[in-house]
DNA sequence: TTGAAAGCGCTAACAG
DNA sequence: CTGTTAGCGCTTTCAA
């Protein structure tokens, strides 16, 4: 039986008779056989691998958000047969990776995450043609693939509950804001202020707070104000919760003197605080959904069809409250 | 100019001209050329690229010290122009996985992460002769490498620590004991109780306790104890997390009323908290070590020559105080 | 010091 | 339905 005979029947090619198919699979199975997938690559000009190139910042891989992503993939992925790498870089070493990855054929597609504003990365990848889903949209003329939560309507839920509770002096704790998200919730955080007929002092706006211990100083710093705000809207759950640690260590009344609501879970930290939040459901879902994106992007679909906005839901808690007088 | 020369030439073998070689590094330079990693693992029989198989326990890729691991893996690798990469898997599908990854040959050699007491990975790979470094022990008669903190020796700090200051009845949670270093831990507890002439009351070692749910939940058990231990010593950090939750929102004076020495860090999460832990030290400088010892071991090094046990600290804190009266 | 040819393990086009 | 042939892009003998 000849090689061309074995490979069509362990690939499920129709033409071949379905007792040799039967005898094939047999003798292989016995022998704990399966193609080489590098030869079969080669020959073939796909890899049936997806890659997601990570620069190693604990603030993010252990991010619980991240993993429920990545592993809503990954699931998602097996079913396809299709296998998920992560290969973590170091972050000077990030665009080389990718340039690697894409000149080396390695992996089909890519997952390109934490998105930038302007996304060296993602320009990359567009120029160079290769098949990439954006995890969160970046600025760009050309169309690409993107998968995302929509910034502004979440800001509007949270604004707009704390505007209902009687609130007029708000801040906010931003993420660096040459990242996408952050710049997009800042930008939707004035735009709905300003709707209001409210003034968003620049004092209350505080930028870089990407993890817990700037969350905390970042709060501590509006505690400090003569006339602090009455309540604050957190962008990322780093510094979210930071930012609440902070409160309860000045003995303030969380949700009476100051309210507070957080973009992302903040639950498995904060245990026995419920937090009002701004949450992205479905992570796992959203995962699943994005790598099969990337896969019809591989097929041939056109990006322009491939942009996702979901949408956050606010999670009532008991740290936003009224105003106090 | 032939395809041998040009390889000749990027690969940097001795033969050929200098002037060759800087024509052609200039021209692939240009040109942007970079060789198929495909084509050419598959002509060489190495694919330069080391892995790790880790399946999606939020638990663990959150944990901060594998994070510290795989940089100090990734940045060691780096340097040696190799690759790292992780595969996330379904758990079901963890076995599997590395029968793939070793048939498949996309890589050279894994990291096992997690070890069991009877770990059928290291068993497999045993069995099929591939290269690859545990981290942390199992039982298993042939030999292998390894690479691991000395669970005996943090125990008797901590057991050490908590006897000099006079308590006896002392408390343990452990995580599942099918994971090999609950298991260590647990045996050189007791061992160490034994020499120093105390009882370990079995109401007091509570097992199962891998994350903050659970040690919170064994904690409260340990609370409702009638004569409840004055120490307890937790095996894994998340689970410490919750034990110290605890104590905290049961109104108890940690280091007082009852004293605690958590194994690994918890001052990331514990914030503003002087928590006494067994620490593991140069957490990257172990995955450097790591990625070294598969390396050699990929060069061919006997397997028993890779075996390195580094020593665990005590971190004195201000949870473990003087037994009360 | 360079080149020609064989082959790594597979798939794909083309005959039979 | 099955086999033969020709590559996929590289490295590596072996000759020149």
Redesign the pocket.
């Known amino acids: 039986?000849?090689?061309?005979?074995?490979?069509?029947?362990?690939?499920g090619?129709?033409?071949?008779?379905?007792?040799?198919?039967q005898r094939v699979l047999e003798a292989a199975r016995e022998a704990g056989?399966?193609?080489?997938p590098?030869?079969?690559s080669?020959?073939?000009?796909r890899s049936n691998v997806l890659g997601i190139i990570y620069p190693l910042l604990p603030a993010d891989l252990g991010d619980s958000m991240f993993l429920d992503v990545v592993g809503g993939m990954s699931e998602a992925l097996e079913a396809a047969r299709m296998n998920l790498i992560i290969a973590p870089v170091s972050q000077a070493n990030e665009l080389p990776s990718y340039e690697q990855m894409v000149r080396g054929k390695r992996v089909d597609g890519l997952v390109v995450s934490r998105t930038m504003v302007h996304d060296e990365r993602i320009a990359y990848l567009c120029k160079a043609g290769f098949p990439f889903v954006a995890h969160g949209r970046t600025r760009l003329d050309t169309p690409y693939a993107w998968f995302d939560y929509d910034n502004e309507s979440g800001i509007r839920l949270a604004l707009g509950r704390l505007l209902s509770l009687g609130h007029q002096r708000i801040g906010l704790l931003s993420a660096p804001l040459q990242m996408n998200f952050a710049c997009q919730r800042k930008e939707s955080f004035l735009a709905m202020m300003a709707e209001a007929g409210l003034r968003a002092d620049p004092r209350w706006m505080i930028g870089d707070t990407i993890d817990r211990r700037s969350g905390y100083q970042a709060m501590q710093q509006l505690l400090e104000c003569t006339d602090r705000p009455t309540a604050v809207v957190v962008d990322n759950h780093l510094s979210g919760v930071g930012a609440v640690r902070a409160l309860m260590d000045a003995g303030i009344e969380i949700g009476k003197e100051m309210s507070v609501i957080v973009w992302g879970s903040v639950a498995d930290t904060l245990v026995g605080l419920d937090v009002t939040t701004i949450d992205q459901p479905d992570a796992r879902r959203a995962g699943a959904r994005m790598s099969q994106m990337l896969l019809s992007l591989i097929e041939g679909a056109p990006a322009e069809s491939l942009q996702e906005l979901w949408q956050p839901v606010l999670l009532a808690g008991a740290t936003a409250g009224s105003c106090p007088h």
């Open positions: 039986m000849s090689k061309t005979t074995v490979s069509r029947a362990l690939n090619y129709p033409e071949v008779n379905d007792k040799t198919r056989y399966e193609a080489n590098m030869a079969r080669l020959a073939v000009g």
